[in-house]
């Protein structure tokens, strides 16, 4: 009877363990990401992005790969503006962008 009742026990613990790492894993953030262009449509390789948080002021800086890819992680949930910009080209500017927890966001442009 012993054995049955820390089987049941464990199994219990087990369960709430597992449902707080589940609930834990959740991600409260979110990302924007996105390929940047020229309007033959080629690749710019270290086109400047700024993501900016209108409510809180802050931004976040990130220069594109040479696959034109840019991806800026780890972002509190609200709205934001995205300003991309690259020597020789005009810069482009998404307003009221809105960003959700755990979900991304991509802005793909051509400047």
């Known amino acids: 009877m012993r054995s049955f009742l820390a089987r049941r026990t464990c199994v219990a613990l087990l369960t ?4 707080f790492s589940a609930a834990h894993a959740q991600v409260p953030t979110s990302t924007v990401h996105g390929i940047v262009t020229d309007p033959k449509d080629a690749v710019i390789v ?3 992005v700024t993501v900016t948080s209108t409510t809180q002021s802050a931004s976040r800086e990130t220069v594109t ?3 034109g890819v840019y991806v800026v992680p780890n972002l509190t949930p609200g709205s934001y503006s995205v300003e991309i910009q690259s020597p020789g080209f005009s810069a482009s500017t998404h307003k009221d962008v809105l960003l959700e927890a755990g979900r991304s966001v991509t802005i793909d442009d051509k400047l």
Not at 16 to 19: F, G, N
């Open 16 to 19: 709430v363990t597992a449902l």
């Open 46 to 48: 270290g086109a400047r």
């Open 65 to 67: 790969n040479s696959s």
